[in-house]
Structures are given as C-alpha cells and as structure tokens.
C-alpha cells in the first residue's frame, strides 16, 4: 500500500490478506517439517530392515567367491565380483541412512576420551590400502610429526571421519594419483591437533566447499556424475567433527585436487581436573584416586559388546560420585584383560573408602554385570597434599596435580601387568 492514498475499505483488505499469506505460510511449513520427519523415519525403517538380507547375500556371495561352495569358472567369478561389489555400496548407503536417522534423533553416542590419531590413522590406510591399490593410488600417511598428543575424541568415530574423508579421496582421484594424510598441531589453535586428507582429483568448484557439507547435498559436476552415493558422507562427517568440538572444512580448485581439514581438541588432564579445583574451592585438600577394575569370567564377546558393556558401568559409576566434587575421568589406558576406570575425588581416605562402597554396591547389585559374567574390583589410594603457592597461576597447580595423578595411574596399570606377567 502507497503512503497516502489508503482508503478506508482497502487497509482492512489488505491485513485480511497478509494475515491469509501468514496462516498460509506457517501451514505449509508444518507440513514440510512433518514430511521431513515420516521420511526420517521410514529411511531409519527400512535401513534397518535391509541391513540383515544384505549380509546374508553378502555372505553367501563371499562363500561362492572364495570357492567353498564348488569350483568356479572364471565368467561367474566375473558376474560375482561384480554382485558382491555393488552389495558392498549398498551396504554403505544404508549405513549412511541408519548413522544419518540417529543424527537427526540426536541417537548418536560419542564417547570421549584419550585417543590416538596415529593409530587412527593407522587402521585408515590399512583399512583403505586394497581399495587403493586397485586404482593404482598411492596413499601416504605422511608428515606425522614424532610424539603426536592424543587427542580428546570418540576413536571409533575418528576412525570413521578419516574413512569417510579418504574414501572419498580415492573415489574422486583419477589413475595413478596420490592421496595424503597429514597431522599436526594447529598452529592457530595449538589447543587443537589438525588433520588433512587431500588428494590429486578433480577438486570441487570453490563456490561449495560449504554446500559439500549439507544433507543429501551432490555436486553436479558431470566428472562427479559417475561415483554413487546419497551425498551423506560429509553430512555426517561434520556432525560427528563438531560434537567432538572440532571443526571441519575444504578447500579446492577444479582439476587441482581437494584438501579436507579436521580439528580435535587436545586431551589434557589438567583441563579435566579444573571443574573440582575451582577458585572458589579450597585447594590443598587431601585428593583420592579411586580404581574401578573390570574383569570377564569367559572372556569378552567383542569389542562392541565390551564398548557397551563399559558405556553401562560408567552410568554407574556416575550415579556414586558428588558433581562438585569427583570427576570421572575417561578412558585413557590401551585395551588389556581388565577395563580400568579411575576417579579424581577432593576427599581423604574415609571418604574415598565411602565412595568406594557406593560403588560395590551398586556393582553387585547389577543385573547385566551378572548377566554377563563380569567381575569388579574397587579400591583408592590417597595422594600426597598438593600445595598451592599464592604466586603460582592456577594453570601451573592444575599442572602439578594432573603429573601427580597420571604418575599414581602409571604405577596401578604396571602393577598389573606386572602382577599378571
């Protein structure tokens, strides 16, 4: 409406309309968003239903393959790997739909701790070296600096972030091309270790490297049009970056190859211990470290099964410490016959002999442990008195506490193996 020349029967007019387009509008949007969420969960259905007659093809087809069921000649050894290939890429599509419908439903567990990016990096190339080789691409795990601190993450999705990164690369990466992987501290975040994948492809059109990340998202780029895929991949590479605390992006130039670069916040103790030394507290307290060993009687199943197993104790364990005053620290010790869980408690050896008892309680009185067979074991042991000195920054304290308690750490996990040697 013009300023001015508004009349009495036209401004009336006018309200009833925008209110219409209004009540439209936020109609229309309800209905995306509900059409969004039924075919969430009709992918996350039938993702789930396919995922089990594909492994019984898959499994067959290696049978025949690998001749167990009888002799084969090579025409239907041909047609077979060609089966057993395509069964492999819809196998990894609908990972992609059940990883993306536990994004979307915030189903996705992430279980931080202390993580090696070399051994990452290791399973990566070892994983990818046959699919690599194939295409006659070299992959180089190179400029690994010597000494590479660990970082804080989940090392079962840092291992699926480089899968993903550097099975793209080798899609994407003609004959005889290179593909590298490079890790670092990040010189703009030293707090952060910095990890590249990138290759010698065809690269991605400067205009969306940020689109690359979204849902569902594809380049039509017509050198691009004859790799399959959902356009998943970094759709869930980016979610699992950024709930780690990381972050991630691309850079590219046509025909110049792609550099994807991931960021994952160092593990330091002392940064885990902050919260129960606060300024507010009293600082030279007596501090308890408290050992939560568990054992199985018939061995464990399989790492999935002990991954999920140890998801359950630490619910437990959670449930018998005060927030402002314990802190359960994560794992941090190389997989053995025992899982070791480790509390950093602000109390004396009273109160770290009361925490343990809430913990054996509710340890014996756990039916799954039962179920499963496993055995536990608790126990503390009290540090010498840290003293803080007033012209000391806070960093330096937390520094000394955090050497203290990994030295204590060090000398129960070599007990141990002592013990069991």
């Known amino acids: 409406m013009i300023k001015g020349q508004i009349e009495s029967r036209a401004l009336p007019r006018a309200l009833r309309h925008a209110i219409d387009r209004h009540r439209m509008q936020a109609e229309t949007d309800l209905i995306r968003t509900h059409q969004m969420e039924f075919k969430d969960e ?39 790997e060609i089966v057993l290939r395509n069964v492999k890429q ?37 994983t990818l070296q046959g699919a690599a080789a194939a295409k006659g691409i070299i992959m180089l795990p190179s400029d690994i600096e010597r000494n590479l601190p660990s970082v804080y993450a989940d090392p079962a999705r840092v291992r699926q972030i480089l899968i993903i990164l550097v099975d793209n690369a080798i899609k994407f990466t003609p004959q005889n091309g290179t593909v590298k992987i490079r890790a ?49 991949g970094l759709f869930i590479c980016k979610d699992l970056v950024t709930r780690q605390g990381g972050q991630i992006w691309a850079h590219s130039e046509p025909g110049k190859g792609s550099v ?10 002392p940064k885990l211990l902050a919260p129960v030394f606060s300024e507010e507290r009293q ?29 359950g104790i630490r619910e437990i364990l959670r449930g018998c410490l005060y927030s402002n005053l314990d802190v359960l620290l994560p794992k941090m010790d190389s997989a053995g016959p025992l899982e070791r869980f480790f509390i950093v408690a602000i109390t004396d050896g009273i109160g770290g002999e009361a925490i343990c008892a809430r913990i054996r309680k509710q340890l014996d009185s756990s039916e799954p442990l039962r179920q499963a067979g496993l055995t536990h ?12 000195d007033a012209t000391e920054p806070k960093e330096g304290f937390l520094e000394r506490v955090a050497v203290d308690i990994q030295e204590l750490m060090n000398e129960e996990a070599l007990s141990k193996q002592v013990g069991s040697g």
């Open 42 to 80: 009709f992918l996350s259905h039938v993702s789930h239903e396919l995922r089990s007659p594909l492994t019984a093809v898959r499994q067959f087809v290696s049978i025949l393959l690998d001749g167990l069921a009888g002799e084969l000649n090579p025409e239907q050894r041909q047609y077979l």
């Open 90 to 126: 819809l196998h990894s599509m609908i990972n992609d739909l059940f990883e993306v419908s536990g994004v979307q439903a915030g189903k996705l567990r992430i279980d931080l701790q202390c993580t090696s990016v070399a051994d990452a990096i290791a399973y990566t190339v070892n």
């Open 184 to 232: 670092r501290i990040c010189e703009e975040q030293p707090d952060f270790l910095l990890l590249e994948v990138s290759d010698s492809g065809c690269g991605i059109d400067p205009n969306l490297t940020e689109r690359i990340f979204e849902r569902l998202f594809q380049a039509s780029d017509p050198a691009l049009a004859d790799h399959n895929g959902l356009g998943l």
């Open 260 to 269: 994807f670069s991931v960021t994952f916040p160092m593990f330091s103790l």
């Open 283 to 311: 600082t030279e307290g007596p501090v308890t470290l408290v050992v939560t060993e568990i054992g199985s009687q018939t061995g464990w199943l399989s790492n999935e099964v002990r991954a999920d197993q140890c998801r």
């Open 377 to 388: 074991s608790t126990y503390y042991r009290s540090l010498e008195v840290i003293k803080e």
